[in-house]
């Protein structure tokens, strides 16, 4: 039997040879090898350049949230014995207490006062927020000594403030922001202002630059901060003050809340990052707005300390606002467990009915002195008593 050999030998014609080894297709051969090391080397190239642009941007963000996160949490500011002060908490799930300070620091300085002082309570499953305005001159003993809270800032920094405002209210404080008055001009301008309506005119050439006219109005940042700063030229100064501060923060809140360009959020946070200090990080901001997004902050609570300040406030000739200790108390014990704080907007003790940042917005300076201020609480009852007189007509004649 013949044995099938493993390779065919045969060979191509003479002919046929001379067709496949002609100069032509040589030519041929060579150049569709050199296309295809000219594709490979181009696909190594563009995916060499692919993964370059890729390590370029991912280095980028990665230095671009550094850089936001270094400027946030400003270590000169929130030291390690501000972050062992504060208490933890999830700011996406848990009600937290967060201390809210306007300065009147500059770049550079270590040393300055707390000029506006807020504690707020914030709860973001609810979506409700407490807004209490403590006077920078209040009382208190601090180290043994005692001086207006303000100044604690100037012994311990943001500790300080945070342990003398925890003392007084007898809470825990759980986060931690302070912004100076320039800053606070420039974040208003970068969210593209506020619309707020002023309940008082601002006319005080002595003090501030801008006069202001009564009246709803849009607010550039310069515009804004000096309503939140004018004080002097009103019946009970201070306490205007903090309730046209409250008044800036609700409409701040309401800018970036609800009406802030997405597109822009990252030339915000930029801007955001060179104005505010803060304790929280990127990724707690981002979550708290997200938490909070779509509230009415016309409805968060307002309120200022219980306290009275005049001739009997003096200690060793310096003036302080005293704090009533028990309406306080009893103030915080109702914010405590997520209720109105029910505190006064003015001098006294409070607990008489709710008021919110939209009821700042309709009565002026006066109608808070004189006891006139109208509160969405007080409409409520009125149109309670009205349906109860109904029915009360209603049931007399059924009954004749």
């Known amino acids: 039997m013949r044995n099938k050999p493993v390779q065919d030998s045969r060979r191509p014609s003479t002919g046929a040879a001379s067709r496949i080894y002609s100069r032509d297709n040589v030519a041929r051969y060579s150049e569709r090898a050199r296309q295809r090391r000219r594709g490979k080397r181009i696909r190594r190239v563009i995916l060499v350049t692919v993964l370059g642009l ?54 550079g300085e270590e040393t300055y006062r ?5 504690l707020a309570r914030i709860d973001p499953t609810e979506k409700k927020v407490a807004l209490v305005s403590i006077p920078r001159d209040t009382r208190v003993e601090y180290n043994g000594s005692t001086m207006k809270i303000n100044a604690t800032h100037a012994y311990d920094g943001a500790e300080g403030v945070v342990k003398a405002v925890n003392e007084l209210c007898g809470i825990e404080i759980s986060h931690y922001a302070e912004i100076n008055f320039e800053g606070m001009e420039a974040l208003i301008d970068a969210v593209g202002g506020i619309d707020i309506n002023a309940t008082d005119g601002v006319d005080d050439p002595a003090h501030l630059d801008i006069v202001i006219e009564p009246g709803y109005q849009h607010m550039d940042g310069a515009t804004a901060l000096t309503y939140a700063r004018a004080r002097y030229q009103y019946i009970d100064g201070d306490y205007t003050r903090m309730r046209h501060q409250r008044q800036v923060l609700s409409a701040l809140a309401n800018k970036m809340l609800n009406e802030m360009d997405v597109t822009n959020i990252v030339d915000i946070i930029d801007s955001l990052s060179n104005m505010v200090i803060t304790d929280l990080s990127i990724q707690d901001i981002v979550t708290l707005v997200n938490a909070m997004r779509g509230m009415d902050t016309d409805e968060i609570w307002s309120a200022n300390l219980p306290s009275w300040a005049g001739e009997d406030t003096y200690v060793d000739g310096q003036s302080y606002v005293f704090v009533h200790e028990e309406a306080l108390a009893e103030m915080m014990e109702r914010m405590d467990d997520g209720k109105d704080p029910q505190g006064p907007q003015s001098m006294g003790t409070g607990g008489e009915g709710s008021t919110t940042t939209g009821d700042l917005a309709n009565n002026s300076s006066e109608d808070w002195v004189y006891g006139e201020a109208t509160t969405s609480s007080d409409l409520e009852d009125e149109s309670e008593g009205t349906e109860s007189e109904s029915d009360v007509g209603e049931s007399s004649l059924e009954t004749e």
């Open 54 to 107: 890729l390590a370029c941007v991912g280095t980028a963000a990665g230095l671009w949230v550094s850089r936001i996160a270094g400027n946030l949490n400003n270590s000169s500011v929130i030291t390690n014995n501000l972050l062992m002060t504060l208490v933890d908490t999830d700011v996406a799930r848990d009600p937290f207490y967060m201390l809210l300070l306007g300065t009147d620091g500059r770049p």
């Open 114 to 118: 707390s000029d506006s002082i807020i």
